[in-house]
């Protein structure tokens, strides 16, 4: 098999997972967008060779634990965005654009704002919008206390310390009416019981991701209300 074919196969096999796993999410991808997304992938496959931007070593293994982990945020971000026009999301400690870019492609109404205090990985992040031509998605690098002057809609992340942390160091930046949520693994209830007592963690969101073992969840937090200060963590988690 010569170089050409297996890079067609490549995206075949690619382009199949991702369709059978944006099926069982109920997301709909269009083929443009499936198309940004594989090339995102193997963009993120030929970057970590050289600066090590994962630890997933296989364009399978990326396109999953990646990009269909991030999938999995999709519907229920749509759900809390609803009538916002152009919405302003700010995505920290993005890494290799996770889930800033899956995000941007699947959103192209809202504004994503990457932010990153590594240099080769917000280089990447740049390199990744031009190449999907993804007008609507932003990079800083910076740390995220030393961003001012926009405000978001949503401040999100994946991989950024605790809950605690996170609305610590991006409160100046929520817009009014805003919300966080925070992409964790199990439910995390010593940092939800840690939050304090101005963020009200209003919903924990399961997720199942199509072929990642293990829990997956959502923490939805907002200012809390002068009438809503509660800080304990809900029964059902």
Same mark, same amino acid.
């Given at each position: 098999m010569n170089a050409e074919s297996a890079v067609g196969d490549s995206h075949v096999r690619l382009g199949a997972s991702l369709a059978s796993a944006a099926a069982e999410l109920r997301v709909p991808v269009s083929p443009e967008q499936s198309a940004r997304l594989i090339v995102f992938v193997e963009l993120l496959?030929?970057?970590? =060779?050289t600066y090590n931007l994962t630890a997933i070593r296989d364009l399978s293994g990326m396109l999953t634990q990646h990009v269909?982990?991030?999938?999995?945020?999709i519907l229920p971000l749509r759900r809390e965005l609803a009538g916002r026009a152009q919405a302003q999301l700010l995505d920290v400690?993005?890494?290799?654009?996770?889930p800033g870019v899956v995000? +941007?492609?699947?959103?192209?109404?809202t504004i994503v704002t990457c932010v990153d205090s590594v240099g080769k990985k917000t280089a990447?992040?740049?390199q990744a919008a031009a190449a999907l031509k993804l007008d609507n998605l932003r990079v800083e690098r910076a740390r995220v206390e030393d961003l001012a002057g926009e405000r978001f809609d949503v401040i999100t992340s994946r991989a950024f310390?605790?809950?605690?942390?996170?609305?610590?160091?991006?409160?100046?930046?929520? +817009?009014?009416?805003?919300?966080?949520?925070?992409?964790?693994?199990?439910?995390?209830?010593?940092?939800? +019981?840690?939050?304090?007592?101005?963020?009200?963690?209003?919903h924990?969101?399961?997720?199942?991701?199509?072929?990642? =073992?293990?829990e997956r969840c959502l923490v939805w937090m907002r200012a809390?209300?002068?009438?809503? =200060?509660? =800080?304990?963590?809900?029964k059902d988690i």
């Open positions: 496959f030929r970057w970590n =060779r269909v982990d991030c999938l999995a945020a400690g993005s890494g290799g654009g996770l995000f +941007a492609v699947m959103e192209p109404e990447f992040v740049r310390g605790s809950l605690a942390e996170l609305v610590h160091l991006t409160a100046g930046l929520l +817009a009014d009416g805003g919300m966080w949520m925070a992409m964790k693994g199990k439910v995390p209830g010593d940092e939800i +019981a840690a939050l304090p007592t101005d963020v009200n963690m209003f924990v969101e399961r997720l199942a991701v199509p072929g990642v =073992r293990g809390a209300s002068t009438k809503s =200060r509660s =800080r304990e963590v809900p």
